[in-house]
């Protein structure tokens, strides 16, 4: 294909580009796949599983969070401490959507859970609206319990790609209905989809789980009393969990809101005293948020919550030796990384160090300054900008470079070639100058997924594997028979409109 001609809008990507480019059948079709078929059984009895995710995780994360949290808190992470041991089993999972090179949530949970490729932004439904069964229920009617949680609304696609099958990822309302006597133990944000004063249809959702045996969670605190209940609705915020290095400077946040290892210790509990068998879903949700907003200091934060939450798991499976413990993400994101700074790159390390003195996330930084906009107050002058930015970032960089980036605010999302153009990304870069983090751009990219694996079963996750093939080991596991079914990218293009080269 002539790309010079694609990039000046001529031409529209064909039906064989399509396949040639994005063709997630076509890339998968060269892997050894297993699908959602039973495969051969383990010698070990797998009898409990725990699948992390830190979402949107890029490769080069776990070695920067780990130089992070030796510099923050003198110690190493859980990642590097299992990738390191000698019974850990490393894989990659292969990624792709049947709609793109590059997967959202949505489609790699469905893929992880159903066993099929499916289009971005659906959730367990095939292109042409056949749902799909999700491992989560099928392991259900098995006996097994079902566990989900994460830093995110509880709703949010990769949580409910464990359970739940809709057309539209963004109808959290729905979704939420869904999960009712679905799941057992389920903790995160997104209070607004079950509250009945919230919920378009006026349901009261809350009021429904809890008549169902549900204990009901809205603060750090009620985790204390949850103790004896094998069913819990833990509702921490009316959205997303607010992100961790916002949390830390905050201690009305800190106070109200648990961390993602309290929630999975306390699920690992509820899972464990209830039943024999189960599947536990734990997200670190908001590692991919602070990548798409280019924020290397927000980021590296997430993935240390996240790898608290990994050392309660890990602790968990090496008491249990009945568990499998899965660590991987679903995509990257980003892709960031630390750089060479310098002659002989010899400044790199004070620059990463910058990144232990930010006081806020970009989020805040930004939203911040655009409610105030939106409010009616005035925009912020440069010296109000640059003071704000200081306190951010905890130093100060040169006026010119200030200038630049207040005079950018709050410069609005436009898209050039179908890639985001915007103050954020501007303001990643900028910012990588002085702390040696940059980045690809604000979206999702196509890499091999690092995984790792621990525990009974774990020699089924070795190697390179399809992000497909995670349904047929926790089916087989499970002694879940049913096989969704499959469709090839060729049969998808004719529910999908191609768009023009977006120029
Ligand atoms: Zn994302």
Redesign the pocket.
Known sequence: MDLTAMDKGKISLGRRDWIKLGGAAAIASSLPLIGCAPGKVSRSRVRKVIFMVAD?MSAGVPSMAEKFSRLTRNSGTAWQEMSAHRETTHGFFETSSLSSGVT??AAASSAWSSGSKIFNRMINMLPDGRPLEPIGRLVRQKGWKLGLVTTCTVTHATPAGFVAATDNRDDEQGIAGQYLDSVDVVMGGGRAFFSGDLRDDGRDLVGEFAGRGYGVLFHKDDLKSAGGKNKLLGLFDYSHLPFTLDQSRSAALAGRVPSLAQMASVALDALAASSDNFLLQIEGGRV?HAA?RNDAAGLLWEQIAFDDAVRVAWDFARKHPDTLLVVTTDHG?GNPGLCGMGYEYITSNDCFARLAGFTGTVDQFYLGLRQDILAGRKAPDAKEFAGRLQVMTGFAMPEKTVAELHAAFPFALKEKHGQRRCFLEMFGRYLGDWTGIQWSGLE?TSDWALSMAWGAGSEEFKGLLANTDVCGRIAVFAGVQHQNTKMTVEEALQYRKLQPAVM
């Open positions: 949107g959202d949530s991919d798409h994101n999702h």
